[in-house]
């Protein structure tokens, strides 16, 4: 079974930065991709990034183009999300996915994804 844990929320200034880590653990851990969603308050979870495990592609919502950055480093199972120019519409809690299954292009939506994490609060004052 595959656990995911996700850290490095907080709460920040508006144009401030915080990087988001989710760390996976399971005996063999191979995902085809891994995702990042944020869910604000009264809202659908929504899609914020995604990266391949193995490739360089990446995926991005239009309203995190140019100020959110998706990583991953495969040795230490672990994805992360460096935001920058953080505003308070960006105020959600995040949540981080593992998509199992291979699939043509990566996977923006909650159903192609297999295993989330808890959660990590995000907070932007203005």
């Known amino acids: 079974q595959v656990q995911l844990i996700e850290s490095g929320g907080g709460l920040v200034q508006a144009g401030g930065s915080l990087r988001l880590s989710c760390a996976a653990s399971?005996?063999?851990?191979?995902?085809?991709?891994m995702g990042w969603f944020r869910q604000a308050p009264g809202k659908e979870r929504e899609f914020v990034a995604a990266i391949s495990w193995s490739r360089p592609n990446t995926d991005y919502a239009d309203s995190v183009k140019g100020r959110f950055a998706i990583s991953r480093e495969n040795a230490k199972n672990t994805v992360y999300l460096q935001m920058n120019n953080l505003k308070p519409e960006d105020t959600a809690v995040y949540y981080c996915g593992a998509a199992a299954r291979s699939r043509v292009g990566l996977p923006t939506l909650l159903t192609g994804y297999d295993y989330w994490g808890q959660g990590t609060q995000v907070t932007v004052s203005s």
């Open positions: 399971g005996r063999t851990f191979s995902p085809y991709a």
